[in-house]
DNA sequence: TGTCAATGCTAAG
DNA sequence: TTAGCCTTGACAA
């Protein structure tokens, strides 16, 4: 389920897993096998993410991993077992191993290769470096609307189509609505409640944004079971009951992507 | 068993 | 705007 605050886990548990240490990698798909024996036997030193993307530090360069879509890690204590399917990746250490399967990118940077995708992204709520006011600057001139404009990784990076419409959601803020549109008050709060929500996704490992007093349970209905793996206000939720005013939640597809919303609770005049 | 959609993005047209 | 990447889980038959 990879949006920003799943590549940030991903960060936090590539440290935790390999830094210091002498880290096996292979490509037992061959698509990377280049790059692998590249950072073969040498150690981690650091990991991070700047919104969808990893980066991992080692002797050789940067591995740099994009999950894209489907791409996944999965892990395990070694000894590894034998290959099944197509792993791009395999890293093995003491403590642990990891595999990646299916990621748009996999590749290996130079720093300034690094730098330059850096700068080519939008603040990441996730990061304590993010400059809410670059973002500011872009929305509030724009005529996109704003479900565009989140998405957008050269605006904000790191939200994906769920965080998207759930923030939008949080803040009754109708996705049509222009960037321009906005108010700096709705734009600092939007900012504000993603990095709250993220830093939650984060520790928690899954996207949960109904506030208790929205839960089933607290309006007297009985317990949803949520069949992603989070509880959320609209987020492919279309045709059912808003959780909130009751109006069946809509969809639509907007630049490829579903979008979600409640007509009721997101309606500008 | 097969089909479809999916939390993303890029390149081709 | 669309096809493609390459994987998984949900659902239909």
Request: glycine residues 10%; aromatic residues 6%; proline residues 9%.
């Amino acid at each position: 389920m990879p949006e920003g605050h799943v590549i940030h886990r991903l960060a936090r548990r590539l440290t935790e897993a390999f830094a210091g240490e002498p880290v096996a990698a292979a490509s037992p798909q061959g698509r990377f096998s280049e790059g692998a024996a590249l950072l073969h036997g040498r150690p981690l030193l650091a990991a991070e993410a700047h919104g969808k993307h990893l980066f991992a530090g080692f002797p050789a360069g940067w591995l740099h991993v994009h999950l894209g879509l489907y791409g996944k890690f999965a892990w395990g204590e070694p000894p590894a077992p034998a290959p099944v399917g197509q792993i791009r990746l395999r890293l093995v250490g003491e403590k642990a191993y990891c595999d990646l399967r299916g990621p748009t990118v996999c590749e290996l940077l130079t720093p300034g290769e690094k730098d330059a995708l850096h700068a080519r992204l939008g603040p990441d709520p996730l990061r304590p470096d993010a400059d809410p006011d670059r973002a500011w600057a872009t929305v509030s001139r724009s005529r996109q609307p704003i479900s565009a404009l989140l998405m957008d990784q050269k605006v904000v990076s790191g939200v994906g189509n769920i965080y998207r419409a759930e923030v939008l959601f949080r803040h009754r803020i109708d996705p049509r609505k222009a960037g321009k549109d906005l108010t700096p008050r709705e734009w600092k709060a939007i900012w504000a409640d993603l990095v709250s929500l993220m830093a939650d996704g984060v520790e928690a490992g899954r996207i949960d944004t109904v506030r208790p007093e929205h839960m089933p349970e607290a309006m007297g209905r009985p317990p949803r079971v949520d069949a992603h793996g989070g509880e959320v206000y609209v987020y492919r939720r279309a045709g059912l009951p808003c959780l909130v005013c009751g109006l069946a939640v809509r969809t639509e597809s907007l630049q490829a992507r579903n979008l979600f919303w409640c007509p009721g609770c997101q309606n500008s005049p």
